[in-house]
């Protein structure tokens, strides 16, 4: 496989007076966050012209370069970063300022140029909140929830629901043990509630009183082969079904769910809700969900 190129040689320079924008990760091709940021970019640009020199990037950049990406983008004039895969773990490490959310779910998903460095933000767990009022009608907290796998996704969601007071929480994932750090680690962030850590596919609701959700954390259901990550038949048909995937945009997860009527989403409101959030946190600006749904809606 050729080398991917460096980012000198993708963005050698913005055009002068520009605010760049971008999202860096490998692969990078696929990413819809150009078309999400820029399509609310314009909007905000109607209510105050200085957006109009506010472009959203994408930028690949593989992990050993991205030490040295961070401030040579900053001088190029970056002002606000997304990072994808493989970054969000490993730029703790390169960061000096790192927001205590970000710092509890274990990774960085959003930096900001600020005084001279980049500060770290992660606003997966909020775009998960958006994204599930919006599909449920219902906060986090009014949840019972299990979290299906013990990645950054996942822990970004356990923090999330954690932080938002939700009612009961069980973990399962394929990896027990790596769930199991995950509780520990989250409890050594300072949330006392008993999170219950299930060692096999059941259901942790019955007798449990009120709304239950189960949020598909796991990568599987990305490939189109990939088995379920969860039988839905032993649950009832009220639990709601919260899959991060978005592409492809249903799942034998969520079809499963449509076969038993159950209240279902895919992750594409997610996408949304955190950028949205990323946008806010770099302009300072209210910034609507809208355009941002339209741009990725034919997706
Ligand atoms: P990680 O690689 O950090 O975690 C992957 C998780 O999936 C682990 O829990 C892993 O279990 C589990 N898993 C992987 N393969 C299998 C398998 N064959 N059988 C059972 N479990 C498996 O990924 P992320 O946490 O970053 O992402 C997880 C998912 O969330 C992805 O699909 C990603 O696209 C999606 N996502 C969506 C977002 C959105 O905005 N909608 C935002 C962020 C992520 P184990 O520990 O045993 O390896």
């Known amino acids: 496989m050729p080398e991917p190129p460096l980012f000198i040689e993708q963005i050698s320079s913005l055009p002068p007076g520009d605010v760049g924008l971008a999202v860096l990760g490998q692969p990078i091709v696929h990413s819809l966050s150009p078309e999400m940021h820029n399509a609310a970019l314009l909007e905000l640009s109607r209510r ?16 050993e370069h991205l ?40 990774a960085v998903n959003t930096l900001l140029w600020k005084n001279g460095s980049w500060k770290g933000y992660n606003t997966d767990g909020e775009g998960l909140s958006r994204a599930v ?37 069980a973990v399962l994932n394929r990896s027990a043990d790596r769930a199991q750090k995950m509780i520990e680690s989250l409890r050594e962030n300072g949330f006392s509630k008993r999170i219950e850590l299930m060692d096999r596919p059941r259901n942790p609701f019955p007798g449990i009183k009120g ?3 189960i949020i598909n954390a796991t990568s599987l259901g990305l490939q189109m082969d990939d088995p379920t990550p969860l039988d839905l038949s032993l649950f009832e048909k009220s639990v709601c079904i919260y899959d991060m995937i978005y592409n492809p945009p249903m799942t034998k997860l969520t079809s499963q769910a449509k076969e038993y009527h159950m209240p279902y989403s895919n992750g594409l409101g997610m996408l949304v809700g955190q950028a949205v959030r990323s946008l806010e946190i770099w302009t300072g600006q209210k910034v609507s969900e809208d355009a941002m749904t339209n741009a990725v809606s034919s997706f």
């Open 48 to 63: 105050e012209s200085k957006f109009s020199r506010w472009k959203y990037h994408k930028i690949e950049i593989a992990p």
């Open 67 to 106: 030490a040295q990406a961070l401030p040579r983008l900053a001088e190029l004039g970056f002002r606000g970063l997304n990072l994808t895969i493989p970054h969000k773990v490993d730029v703790l490490s390169i960061l000096e300022d790192i927001d205590p959310r970000a710092l509890v779910m274990g």
């Open 133 to 169: 009022k919006i599909a449920f009608g219902k906060g986090l907290n009014d949840f019972n929830v299990l979290i299906l796998g013990a990645g950054g996704a996942a822990r970004a969601a356990a923090a999330q629901c954690l932080a938002e007071g939700c009612q009961n929480l």
């Open 211 to 213: 709304k239950s959700l």
